[in-house]
């Protein structure tokens, strides 16, 4: 398809210049806490590498680490010459936001490449500054013919499964950043606080996993900085660190930032935890979560239960596709057997219901793809007799969280909302799952997709019942036979949407590491359902 030209890396001469190369083992002296910003001589560093988020147009957010306090700077350039840069003054980052930083940069060109360097400066002598860290992005484009090319997954560190330097880390990154796309959507679990590593897992086969170990992942994560450990913690990886110099993301959030299964309003009855109350702990994970990703929705004050952190937004990329990324975790109600008649709360709150239905009439994108932490039809238990996502086994009339669903797919169709597609991960395969009135209970709907891709680097699992209430017949899947598969026994998945800029034509791949293809399906544009 005509498309602007791919770079099939960060820029050969970036790569020389060593900045995007920093070995795990060079970062790991610090990955333990936080910076000791006052312990340190020397220049400012940025061994965390750099991360690009909330990308547009014309806009876009830059994010750092640094090892101490220190003076933000970017410059953004079209070529790797750095000629004529344009530079950008950021904030003074210290202990406040665990040494992290962003820069929000305007008045970008767009649909172009775009090369930038951070430079960490003395707060007290601007002259002394670290060495450079590059990385490069592409803009939205303003042009349809321009075509879009993304991917998702999700699930990281999880079951046990960290970094293995034994396998070369999490390679399946590095597979996915030789793809070059405009973006990639993690879908949340983007790292497990709840999931504490051993140094070695045997496996079944007698092989034996080893984990690159830190302080705050030798525990469940409880404190402010334990859960910013967490963030930090995938950032050890030099695949992680290598995909995010090239590749801007949209990253949301479901449960194990915080808690697995948790809800608004639970307290806990794990010896585990110290901390019972999982408000105060979402909202110290929530502070780590804004910290350690370039995401420009406000935030809640620490320790705060009372003012959310906002997940939830659309992220406009272009003429042919809008993202609206849900949060189905922090407005839900509490886990339950999920058979109310009536649900006002269900999975995603009113207000956030409201911004949906709104921002997807107001769409003006040939596709609009909804990022769901969690999927639809999928059944996904928590405990003998409640359940975790929206559906809960009855293949009967809308029950429970399924009501504000029915709500949703009820308002797509007789709005005749066109090109709208389900993408998540959480379950732990990869699946494509077509939901059609005609085998549904609940009818007043149009046809649409679900695509379920991970884990991106964490146990595999068998693949959940489908529940009949909008009617899922499921086209394709690919799961292990048991629960909690390492990823040395089975692939990690992640998907890719294409979109054509000539027919605006939307191709799904769902894939395996190790460059398979295992599914793929072309969806035209202009329809209400496909």
């Keep these: 398809m005509p498309h602007r030209p791919r770079i099939p890396s960060p820029g050969r001469r970036t790569v020389l210049r060593g900045s995007l190369l920093v070995p795990a083992a060079a970062a790991l002296p610090t990955a333990a806490g936080a910076a000791p910003a006052l312990a340190l001589a020397g220049r400012p560093e940025a061994t965390w590498g750099v991360q690009v988020g909330s990308v547009t147009a014309s806009s876009a957010l830059v994010w750092v680490r640094s090892d101490r306090p220190a003076r933000m700077l970017v410059e953004t350039v079209s070529t790797e010459s750095f000629r004529r840069a344009r530079r950008w003054y950021g904030p ?81 990154y590095e597979e996915m950043r030789r793809l070059d796309p405009d973006f990639f959507l993690c879908s949340g679990d983007t790292v497990y606080a709840d999931g504490p590593l051993r140094p070695s897992v045997t496996l079944p086969d007698g092989r034996v996993w080893r984990n690159v170990m830190t302080e705050e992942k030798a525990k469940v994560a409880e404190t402010l900085d334990e859960y910013r450990g967490n963030f930090r913690y995938n950032l050890l990886d030099d695949n992680v660190r290598r995909f995010n110099a090239q590749v801007p993301s949209i990253v949301q959030w479901d449960d194990h930032e915080v808690r697995n299964n948790w809800y608004p309003g639970q307290i806990l009855d794990d010896d585990r935890y110290t901390e019972k109350n999982v408000d105060i702990l979402a909202a110290r994970s929530a502070r780590a979560f804004h910290e350690y990703f370039p995401v420009s929705t406000p935030h809640g004050s620490y320790g705060s239960s009372s003012r959310r952190s906002r997940m939830y937004r659309t992220v406009h990329h272009g003429p042919l596709l809008d993202v609206f990324v849900l949060d189905m975790r922090s407005y839900r109600n509490r886990n339950s057997p999920n058979r109310q008649a009536d649900d006002t709360t269900g999975i995603l709150g009113a207000e956030q219901l409201s911004w949906l239905k709104r921002s997807l009439a107001q769409s003006r994108a040939v596709w609009k793809v909804i990022a769901a932490d969690m999927p639809l039809g999928l059944v996904v238990p928590d405990g003998a007799t409640d359940f975790e996502a929206v559906a809960q086994g009855d293949p009967g009339a809308p029950l429970g969280r399924e009501l504000q669903i029915a709500e949703v797919l009820r308002f797509i169709k ?18 494509a799952q077509h939901y059609a009135p005609e085998r549904a209970a609940f009818k007043d709907f149009a046809p649409f997709w679900e695509f379920v891709s991970g884990p991106l680097a964490a146990g595999g699992f068998p693949a959940n019942a489908l529940d009949g209430t909008f009617g899922p017949d499921r086209v394709f899947v690919r ?19 294409e979109i054509d800029g000539d027919s605006a034509e939307l191709t799904v791949r769902l894939r395996a590491e190790g460059g398979a293809v295992l599914f793929s399906k072309v969806l035209r544009p202009g329809r209400v359902g496909q």
Excluded at 414 to 431: E, F, M, N, P, Q
Excluded at 479 to 492: F, K, L, T, Y
């Design 414 to 431: 007789h709005r005749k909302v066109t090109g709208t597609l389900w993408l998540t991960a959480d379950v732990h395969y990869t699946s």
């Design 479 to 497: 799961a292990p036979d048991r629960a909690n598969v390492s990823p040395m026994e089975s692939p990690q998945f992640f998907g890719e949407v």
């Design 92 to 172: 003074l980052i210290g202990p406040g936001s665990d040494f992290t930083g962003t820069t929000p940069l305007y008045g970008l060109p767009a649909g172009e490449q775009v090369h930038y360097r951070v430079t960490l400066a003395d707060p007290r002598d601007p002259r002394r500054t670290g060495k450079p860290v590059y990385g490069t992005f592409r803009t939205a484009p303003s042009r349809r013919r321009d075509g879009v090319r993304f991917l998702w997954s999700g699930d990281i560190a999880g079951q046990g499964w960290g970094i293995n330097p034994d396998i070369g880390g999490y390679r399946v």
